[in-house]
């Protein structure tokens, strides 16, 4: 066997296990679920895109979020911005990581953070880091401008 045909052979062996798969359409679903926190639909969605043990980790207190956690996060702010919306501004894969770039708006219809933001909008970049195995999300990790979203909301 050539040196040629061996790294033929590898390159068609990489293509076959998958090692080039494009996860964006899976990891497009944890931003849906974001955009729509009330609708079944999105939550069994998100369930089959991230594994059973899928983690979030980003939580200001150190503490990193389970699935079902971060389920209850996603539907309490359902409910307190109800025009929540996740859109993704750019996505990058390399291999088994997805990088996202997206901007989160909304407008609370109650104190949000200890700030009430009288019927103001927020409007701020997010970036996440979602890695992957088997073509399912196994942990997250983000980071919000909530800092500058209480900072519109409170009108300074």
Excluded: C
């Excluded at 899928?54 to 307190?80: H, I, P």
């Amino acid at each position: 066997m050539t040196l040629k045909t061996l790294f033929a052979s590898a390159a068609l062996a990489t293509l076959a296990t998958g090692a080039f798969a494009d996860d964006t359409a899976t990891v497009t679903t944890f931003y849906d679920l974001l955009s729509n926190p009330g609708s079944a639909e999105y939550v069994s969605a998100f369930e089959a895109a991230t594994s059973e043990d899928w983690t979030s980790m980003g939580d200001y207190s150190g503490n990193n979020k389970t699935r079902e956690a971060f389920l209850g996060q996603v539907g309490g702010f359902g409910q307190l911005m109800p025009d929540l919306n996740w859109a993704i501004q750019d996505m990058h894969q390399d291999g088994n990581t997805v990088i996202v770039r997206s901007r989160a708006t909304g407008t609370p219809v109650a104190p949000f953070f200890g700030v009430d933001g009288e019927g103001r909008s927020f409007d701020i970049m997010t970036i996440d880091i979602h890695e992957l195995e088997d073509g399912v999300i196994t942990q997250t990790y983000h980071v919000e401008d909530w800092a500058g979203a209480l900072q519109q909301l409170s009108g300074q």
